[in-house]
């Protein structure tokens, strides 16, 4: 079933809950609510790279890990620091998904209280039943970036390796992703689905002209072009993207109201974010 790799969607759903009954509610008054941030378990820790550093300045690959470890103490702190009041957290990647074993994989989610992510894309009609859930509980989804499975890995990025997550690969996937069902008609079937994405928007709307006015020289199943879904459907966070005059482009192209902030602690200095 191996096609792509990201995933995803909300290992925060599950984890959620379990942050909120540790931790008192702080409403520090301005609202904040962050939802692309990162945390892990000690069983996963291996995952890490170890030539991945904390983006703190100064930051060591040892802090990283006693950040991704953390719930209550240092992210406390900082959310404080930065007028966050609540925080929903995700599995750093790859989680769950980067255990090859199924049945080690279904023990841990399980354990973990997490959702497994699996290889693939949930644009084929095969996944409605997913789709049909979603509308009919109305909650939205998050789809979040991770890095792609290693055969796909090794074809794409065997000659630059640095580019296989945050710079290109994330991006790359999880765009690929959402035009999927953008273009397989998924907005249309269930109009009331909200994905919620990140990291401004995965690229896409930076690049909106280009792609309806090569889908409207096409015969597609899409019966709005993309930047009507993104209006519509599809809201994104700022996490780990701070750039100002980029969020004022989006705020052109999408609208205000389909922006929302996060930081992506841990892969980002929330502070910068903040501003
Ligand atoms: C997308 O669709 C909307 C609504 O039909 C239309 O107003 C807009 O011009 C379209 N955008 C592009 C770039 O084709």
């Not at 599995?91 to 841990?108: L, T």
């Amino acid at each position: 079933m191996l096609v792509s790799a990201y995933f995803s969607f909300v290992a925060s759903l599950s984890t959620a809950p379990l942050a909120l009954a540790a931790a008192k509610w702080g409403n520090s008054g301005t609202g904040s609510i962050v939802i692309g941030e990162e945390w892990t378990i000690p069983e996963l820790l291996y995952q890490v790279l170890p030539v991945v550093v904390s983006p703190f300045p100064g930051g060591t690959h040892a802090e990283l890990v006693l950040n991704l470890l953390d719930v209550h103490n240092q992210r406390l702190d900082m959310m404080n620091a930065n007028q966050i009041d609540f925080m929903v957290l995700g599995c750093n990647s790859p989680c769950i998904q980067g255990i090859a074993n199924p049945v080690a994989a279904a023990k841990m989610s399980v354990q973990e209280q997490m959702v497994i992510k699996i290889f693939l894309y949930y644009d084929q009609v095969e996944y409605d039943v997913f789709w049909q859930m979603v509308s009919d509980l109305d909650v939205p989804v998050y789809l979040h970036t991770r890095l792609d499975a290693q055969p796909i890995l090794d074809l794409l990025y065997a000659h630059a390796p640095l580019l296989r997550g945050a710079p290109q690969g994330f991006s790359a996937g999880a765009s690929a992703h959402i035009f999927g069902l953008c273009v397989n008609g998924i907005f249309n079937r269930f109009p009331d689905v909200r994905l919620i994405i990140g990291h401004m928007g995965e690229r896409i709307p930076s690049d909106l002209y280009r792609i309806d006015t090569e889908f409207s020289h096409t015969k597609t199943a899409m019966k709005q072009n993309t930047t009507t879904y993104f209006k519509r459907n599809i809201y994104e966070t700022t996490s780990s993207d701070f750039s100002t005059n980029l969020l004022k482009f989006h705020m052109g192209e999408i609208g205000l109201d389909r922006i929302m902030y996060s930081t992506d602690y841990l892969k980002a200095y929330p502070p910068d974010g903040t501003a």
